[in-house]
């Protein structure tokens, strides 16, 4: 079975700096693929950025890069120079193979940047 | 827009009686989902469907039940067997292929009296 860890439940940024947020996971699956979402207080799921097991680049987009250590199981979000917009609940999630691209999500970090 | 819809936002039921969740999407997407969110909780698979007339159970099917007649709609419908229906719901959608992004609704906080 496959399974996410998010251990941290609440983090703190100053504006302007950038901030990482920790995700593991645990997978016997050779073949499957990592998300990161966004979630404001609307409630409303943002997709962020995608990471395919077997690509060799850490994927980017804009201020989001993933950091991709396969060998460790993690895929830890980086968020560069923070806004105050980026104050949101964040989830990691994993797909995989014969799973019908159904995710796994993990508990979330809340995110909270700071003037 | 393209885009997914939910309605209502906001539900309350009495305890005992059914209700069902609307779930609309207008970007041709093959593949639907139906997740549930607790409090504190990350999502957890209830219902998913790949092509019209057909779905899956999830990981929390239980006192739920949906049907898939039209490829835009996902209807869940939360029966009174769901011992614990007080949640957040939302609903996504995909192109279906394995790895592509999922998008989702605004949700419904359904509420049982």
């Known amino acids: 079975a496959q399974k996410i860890t998010q251990t941290q439940p609440g983090m703190f940024v100053q504006e302007k700096e950038a901030v990482t947020l920790d995700c593991t996971y645990d997978t016997s699956d050779q073949s499957y693929g990592l998300f990161w979402y966004k979630q404001p207080s609307s409630g409303e799921m943002i997709f962020l950025i995608y990471q395919g097991s077997y690509d060799e680049q850490n994927a980017t987009e804009g201020r989001y890069s993933l950091n991709f250590q396969k060998a460790r199981k993690s895929a830890n979000l980086v968020i560069s120079a923070s806004q105050l917009g980026d104050s949101a609940m964040y989830f990691c999630a994993m797909s995989f193979t014969g799973g019908g691209n159904k995710l796994t999500f993990g508990t979330g970090t809340q995110l909270k940047v700071e003037l | ?113």
Not at chain 2, 39 to 47: A, E, S, T, V
Not at chain 2, 84 to 101: I, K
């Open chain 2, 1 to 113: 827009d393209g885009g997914i819809t939910q309605s209502p936002k906001y539900l309350f039921r009495k305890e005992g009686q059914n209700v069902t969740l609307s779930c609309e999407q207008n970007l041709n997407h093959d593949a639907m989902y139906w997740y549930r969110q607790d409090p504190g909780q990350g999502l957890r698979l209830i219902y998913y469907s790949q092509i019209v007339n057909d779905f899956q159970k999830g990981d929390i099917a239980e006192g739920y039940s949906v049907s898939r007649e039209k490829k835009e709609s996902f209807p869940l419908t939360v029966t009174s067997a769901q011992k614990n229906p007080t949640a957040f719901y939302l609903c996504a959608s995909s192109m279906g292929l394995v790895y592509n992004e999922q998008f989702f609704g605004p949700g419904t906080r359904l509420t049982v009296l």
